[in-house]
């Protein structure tokens, strides 16, 4: 039977982001970052609190090459703890069996906005009639609704995007925004990755919750876009300050038509200032923000000509 070492780390919401990037190089089929401390008669409807920690987790075989790949995390996480205080990881040992059902455990459906319910793919759940429900295997890529980052996209497209639109998910994880994007209001979502992983995740998701007509999913980058004809109504970008502020000094703004809308999260609410002086350079007006603990959306505009 196949062994699998489990690593885990706790950490605040600025911190695990940046662990889960490092981890997502080792972990088999992704990694999760799950909530914690949150009492299960609080996963009902709108009553999640914002959790004050995060779990980062991922698993990899326990093989020849286990000792080497724990070196590499600890070396990742050690360069980290020089821009950022961080704890060590832990690693455990365990079963296939235990380790399939692993990711299983830490998941329930929950309820965002007005009408989204995200549930794994091995929970049902019994919805109101207007109900949209995006059906996901949490432990395959980035993304499984239940990160704040994720939330308030989630919160952003029900609320202010008209129907009838190009979409863009840039840094598309899971596909959970795009596959929300489709079954609420776009005609077209074009799903981006750099990780040829999360691309084929994408698919499989967006076959599973019956909108693989309207998502293209594709690896690629921002140039890859920039370089493109393709240019769209409204963009979703999920990733992290400091990446959107370095995407904003490529002409990230150049992807959103004159008139259209962009929503950028992954964002802690000391940074947002910045990624709002970055956004203005590139040709975005920034008109409003949504918080949910410390992080923050930020919703912008392209002048119409």
Same mark, same amino acid.
């Given at each position: 039977?196949?062994?699998?070492?489990?690593?885990?780390?706790?950490?605040?919401?600025?911190?695990?982001?940046?662990?889960?990037?490092?981890?997502? $190089?080792?972990?088999?089929?992704? @990694?999760? &970052?799950?909530?914690?401390? !949150?009492?299960?008669?609080? =996963?009902? +409807?709108? /009553?999640?609190?914002?959790?004050?920690?995060?779990?980062?987790?991922?698993?990899?075989?326990?093989?020849?090459?286990?000792?080497?790949?724990?070196?590499?995390?600890?070396?990742?996480?050690?360069?980290?703890?020089?821009?950022?205080?961080?704890?060590?990881?832990?690693?455990?040992?365990?079963?296939?069996?235990?380790?399939?059902?692993?990711? $299983?455990?830490?998941?329930?459906? @929950?309820? &965002?906005?007005?009408?989204? !319910?995200?549930?794994?793919? =091995?929970? +049902?759940? /019994?919805?109101?009639?207007?109900?949209?429900?995006?059906?996901?295997?949490?432990?395959?890529?980035?993304?499984?609704?239940?990160?704040?980052?994720?939330?308030?996209?989630?919160?952003?497209?029900?609320?202010?995007?008209?129907?009838?639109?190009?979409?863009?998910?840039?840094?598309?994880?899971?596909?959970?925004?795009?596959?929300?994007?489709? $079954?609420?209001?776009?005609?077209? @979502?074009?799903?981006?990755?750099?990780?040829?992983?999360?691309?084929?995740?994408?698919?499989?998701?967006?076959?599973?919750?019956?909108?693989?007509?309207?998502?293209?999913?594709?690896?690629?980058?921002?140039?890859?876009?920039?370089?493109?004809?393709?240019?769209?109504?409204?963009?979703?970008?999920?990733?992290?300050?400091?990446?959107?502020?370095?995407?904003?000094?490529?002409?990230?703004?150049?992807?959103?038509?004159?008139?259209?809308?962009?929503?950028?999260?992954?964002?802690?609410?000391?940074?947002?200032?910045?990624?709002?002086?970055?956004?203005?350079?590139?040709?975005?007006?920034?008109?409003?923000?949504?918080?949910?603990?410390?992080?923050?959306?930020?919703?912008?505009?392209?002048?119409?000509?």
């Amino acid at each position: 039977m196949t062994r699998w070492i489990e690593v885990s780390i706790t950490a605040d919401g600025e911190a695990s982001e940046a662990i889960a990037q490092e981890l997502h $190089k080792w972990c088999h089929q992704g @990694v999760a &970052i799950e909530q914690t401390g !949150i009492p299960p008669d609080k =996963w009902d +409807e709108d /009553e999640v609190p914002p959790a004050k920690e995060l779990i980062v987790r991922g698993y990899f075989p326990e093989n020849d090459q286990a000792d080497d790949i724990k070196a590499q995390i600890n070396r990742a996480i050690g360069y980290l703890n020089m821009l950022y205080p961080m704890p060590q990881p832990v690693y455990n040992v365990v079963d296939e069996e235990d380790w399939a059902n692993a990711w $299983k455990a830490h998941y329930h459906p @929950v309820r &965002i906005g007005k009408r989204l !319910i995200i549930r794994p793919l =091995w929970t +049902e759940v /019994e919805p109101l009639p207007d109900d949209v429900i995006i059906a996901l295997d949490p432990g395959m890529a980035f993304g499984t609704g239940t990160h704040p980052t994720t939330q308030l996209c989630l919160e952003a497209i029900e609320d202010s995007m008209p129907p009838h639109l190009d979409v863009l998910d840039l840094g598309c994880g899971s596909g959970i925004l795009a596959i929300a994007a489709a $079954k609420l209001y776009a005609t077209k @979502v074009v799903a981006v990755d750099i990780d040829e992983l999360a691309v084929k995740i994408t698919l499989e998701n967006a076959e599973q919750n019956g909108v693989a007509e309207k998502i293209v999913a594709q690896q690629g980058s921002l140039e890859t876009l920039i370089t493109s004809a393709r240019r769209f109504d409204f963009m979703v970008v999920n990733i992290l300050a400091k990446v959107i502020i370095t995407m904003c000094d490529q002409h990230l703004g150049d992807l959103v038509r004159p008139g259209g809308t962009a929503i950028f999260s992954g964002i802690i609410d000391t940074q947002a200032d910045d990624v709002e002086i970055a956004l203005r350079k590139t040709g975005l007006e920034p008109f409003a923000r949504r918080q949910q603990g410390d992080w923050i959306l930020i919703e912008a505009k392209r002048p119409a000509l």
